[in-house]
């Protein structure tokens, strides 16, 4: 339980959660699969519901916008009936852009109708 002063200087942020699907199952040389996105706002925790998924390695990118220098903790959880086991932090070995450029490539694959060009010269 946390101590009524932590929670006094606890403060939501805004955040994106990206959930895509290793297709090797080992690391992300041989791309991802986009499942999921959304964007969390400062009023109160950001979620996805995934619903059933098929069994695999799954990456989880957490973004979230810091006004501060202050040490940023964040959790991930998993509720539901299913097993989710959590290794660890591979941050180390992907810049973001390269991870975001693997998991908007895989979304406009699958979902291409979500997707739309402005011409800005008109």
Do not use: H, W
Not at 72 to 90: K, P
Not at 93 to 122: G, M, T
């Amino acid at each position: 339980m946390y101590s009524r002063e932590v929670l006094q200087n606890f403060y939501y942020l805004n955040c994106r959660i990206i959930v895509m699907r290793l297709n090797n199952r080992v690391d992300m040389n041989a791309g991802v699969e986009f499942i999921k996105g959304d964007k969390g706002f400062c009023e109160r925790d950001a979620y996805l519901e995934l619903g059933n998924v098929p069994a695999g390695v799954y990456y989880i990118l957490v973004e979230a916008d810091r006004f501060t220098n202050e040490q940023l903790d964040i959790a991930v959880t998993c509720y539901g009936s299913g097993i989710s086991v959590f290794e660890s932090d591979d941050a180390q070995y992907y810049r973001k852009e390269v991870v975001l450029d693997k998991a908007f490539r895989s979304r406009i694959k699958k979902e291409p109708r979500s997707f739309n060009v402005a011409d800005f010269e008109q």
